[in-house]
Every structure is written in structure tokens, then in C-alpha cells.
């Protein structure tokens, strides 16, 4: 990135004041001027989907200009009140992201100036930032690599000084059926047994030989790509997004996540892997579960492993969480 590009934009301030055009007059302001038709107060208002260029900071230090876009809210606490300043949001999120690394510290400064910039009408601020987080991977055991995508999504919300940070990641991996396999194993001895039945000396050339063809298999396991969305709830004080700590952990749990560069011998590789790690979606969430709990600075989780499956037209799903009191819910 170049040094330009850390540098902040001189952006406009928002409309909350009457705007003069050139004639010198000035424009109407609806929203501040009038009073709602039926009065009440509304838990949020805000912007969905704004476009924005987020600036990720890798562990090594590097800074790369990512597309994201994120959803930025306030309460509007005061009933007779018709609407928020929006514009606000918008400019204080671009003008922010522009010039900082996203991190928890600018998160939590974004929701505080998001309340400062609605004094007297919100009480409340909240923040969803999505994008996808970009990691080049080695292949199995060719001396490949290529890049993966892991989407992301980060949660805010401040209430009365106090303020929450959730982060999300979801990974992609493969799961063999452990019944399936059993199945597919009975199958093929049956086949062993129609071709070498009968016979008190076996030979082990020939044994070998039949095992190399399509007739020796009785049957094979059913697998498929499934997909585990694990959300964490992280400590108050907390200076960076683990989000490739989370990979790793959630990733070395399963040990069957999907591959990008793929020859011959990485997809051996690959099924050895998962005839190795034979998994239900409750085996998967557990193992994902034991390898979360060990990590520091998270206060909570949510894991929801789904397989999407072959055999069937319907996903099978196991969900976990950490079960704190007034915690993260199934």
C-alpha cells in the first residue's frame, strides 16, 4: 500500500444544518424540521450494505485494501423526533476506514462517535462489517499454493457504555460418513468373500492385484463439502481480530479442510485424510468445540457445523455453545 493511501479524505460534514446552494438560499431539512405523523421510538436506524474499502492488517504488519460492506445503526430514543442524521454514519465510517486499519480499538471508536454524533437522540449503536479474508495455502504434499477465502463477519453493539465485539468465521471442509463407511467396509468383504470364498491358502499377489480393480469394491463412502460458522464473543479489552488463530484452531480440529491446488497425490492426500477422520455433524462441532475452549481472550461462542449431504436433500446440523449466563443461545 502506498503511503497515499493511509492518508484520510477531507470529507464533507453531514446536513444536520441547513446546506446553501449557489443561489445562496438554503435547502430544506425535512427530517429535523418536522415532526413524525405517528410518534414512537425505533430500536434501529440506519444503513444496510454501505460500500466500503477496509484497510486488514496482516500478523506480519502488511496493510491490504479489501471490499467490504457494512451495516451501521443507531436507536432513536426520542419519540416526537422524525428521523437520525444518516448522513453521519456514512461520512464518520468512510472518513474512519479510510485512514486505520480495522481493528476492535477503531470498531469501538466508530460506535462511540456514531452516539456522539446523536446526542439527545440515541442511546444505542451497533455495526455489522462482512468481507472475506484472503489466505494463501500450501497444498498437501505438492509444492503448490493458492489462495482461500473465508468469510467474515464482525458484530458491534454499545449500550450504556458498555460495548460488544462478536467476530464470525465460517470454513468450509469435507466430511466422510462414519455409517456410510461401515457399510461400504461390509460390502467389500462380501465381495472378498465371493472372490477368494472357499479357498484355505490365499494369494497375497493375487489378493493384491483384485484390490487394484473396480471389482473389489463393494461400496463407498458418501461424503461431502459442509461448513462450520463459529462466532465468538471477545474479551472487553481485546486489540485484534484472532480470525486466523480461529481458522487454524477450527481447521487442525476437523483435518479435512477443503483444498484450493489440487494434482494426484494431494488428492490421496486428501482422502487418506478423511478416511482418518470419519465425522457425524455432532463429532464435528465437538472437536471444534474442544479446540475453541482452549483459546484466550474469548468469552463466548456459538459453533454450528452442517453437512450438507449427499445421501440426503436436507442438511444435517449440530449447534454448540459455550452456555454462559445470558450468553450466546443454540
Known sequence: MSQSDGK??????????????????PLPDVASETTPRIKGTLDRVGMSGIEVALIEASPDGTLTRIPARIDAYVSLDQPEVKGIHMSRLFLKLQDTLLSEAFSPKVARGLLTEFL???????????????????????????????????????????????????????????????CSAALSRKLTQEKFEDEFGGTDLVNFDKVKEWLGTRESLGGTPHSQRS???????????AESFPIDTLIETIENALGT???????RADEAEFARLNAINLMFCEDAARRIK????????????????????????????????????GGLIP
Open 116 to 178: 456522539d454524533s446523536h446526542q439527545g437522540l440515541s442511546n444505542t449503536s451497533s455495526l455489522k462489517v462482512q468481507y472475506e479474508h484472503l489466505v494463501l495455502r500450501d497444498s498437501l504434499l505438492s509444492a503448490n499454493k493458492a489462495w482461500r477465502l473465508y468469510p467474515i463477519c464482525v458484530d458491534g453493539r454499545l449500550h450504556d457504555g458498555e460495548c460488544r465485539l462478536e467476530l464470525e468465521v465460517k470454513v468450509s471442509y469435507s466430511s466422510t460418513c462414519p
Open 290 to 325: 474442544a479446540g475453541i475452549d482452549n483459546l484466550e481472550g474469548i468469552t463466548d461462542y456459538r459453533i454450528e457445523s452442517s453437512h450438507l449431504e449427499s445421501l440426503h436433500p436436507h442438511d444435517a446440523v449440530a449447534i454448540v455453545t459455550r452456555g454462559v449466563p
Open 257 to 263: 479442510p477443503v483444498q484450493a491446488a489440487v494434482k
Open 227 to 237: 461448513q462450520s460458522s463459529v462466532r465468538v464473543v471477545l474479551e472487553s479489552g
Open 8 to 25: 484520510a479524505s477531507t470529507l464533507p460534514q453531514d446536513s444536520s444544518k441547513h446546506s446553501k446552494p449557489a443561489s445562496g438560499n
